[in-house]
């Protein structure tokens, strides 16, 4: 267990976790929405994310038929 090589490695890992902190904090004040359109991988995301159409669309005799 050589204790020089774990400190070397958890003074690594702070710096890492103090630049995503950086990063995360940039993030947060910078979250207003922006102009323009969405870069296409991003449009490309939201579709593939998107749930499938929701409400079957129902006719107005069923529905007024429904709620009697």
């Known amino acids: 267990m050589d204790v020089a090589k774990i400190l070397a ?3 690594q890992e702070r710096e890492q976790i103090e630049e995503a902190i ?3 904090e ?3 004040r910078s979250h207003g929405k922006r102009r323009g359109r969405p870069p296409a ?3 490309e995301a ?3 994310d998107k749930p499938p159409a ?3 669309k ?3 005799a069923a529905r007024s038929a429904g709620s009697s």
Do not use: M
Request: glycine share 4%; net charge positive; aromatic share 4%.
């Open 9 to 11: 490695e958890l003074r």
């Open 22 to 24: 950086i990063s995360l």
């Open 26 to 28: 940039r993030l947060a």
């Open 41 to 43: 991988w991003l449009a």
């Open 46 to 48: 939201r579709k593939r």
């Open 54 to 56: 929701g409400k079957a």
């Open 58 to 60: 129902i006719s107005t």
